[in-house]
């Protein structure tokens, strides 16, 4: 299983920057996709989920309304479009798949919202 992260970058409050996970080594259109973050001195928090289809996504509370998780199959890629960005929403993203019990994790990427 390999999740390559990229899309993330430097920008201001209330900019918009959309993430992108390549995944491979596995069958991406049986497993749903989520995506985390953490922020420095935090723990890892859960994002958003999609499903294996594309069709049932949620959200956390503090990014409902303004990120949009989606995926294309016949790309093996998820992405999360985030919108009116926030300072908190500094971190390092990361995608993630629950495959067999077990955890898998791409490297990050980081997203930096500053004035």
């Known amino acids: 299983v390999q999740l390559v992260e990229s899309g993330g970058g430097l920008v201001q409050p209330g900019g918009s920057l959309r993430l992108s996970c390549a995944a491979s080594?596995?069958?991406?259109?049986?497993?749903?996709m989520k995506w985390y973050r953490q922020a420095p001195g935090k723990e890892r928090e859960w994002v958003a989920i999609?499903?294996?289809?594309?069709?049932?996504?949620n959200y956390a509370d503090s990014v409902q309304g303004r990120f949009i998780i989606s995926r294309d199959n016949a790309k093996n890629t998820v992405y999360l479009q985030m919108n009116s960005l926030k300072l908190e929403d500094t971190g390092v993203y990361y995608c993630?798949?629950?495959?067999?019990?077990?955890?898998?994790w791409g490297q990050g990427t980081q997203v930096t919202v500053s004035a």
């Open positions: 999609v499903d294996s289809t594309g069709r049932r996504k």
């Open positions: 993630n798949i629950d495959r067999r019990g077990l955890d898998y």
């Open positions: 080594g596995f069958i991406f259109s049986a497993y749903g």
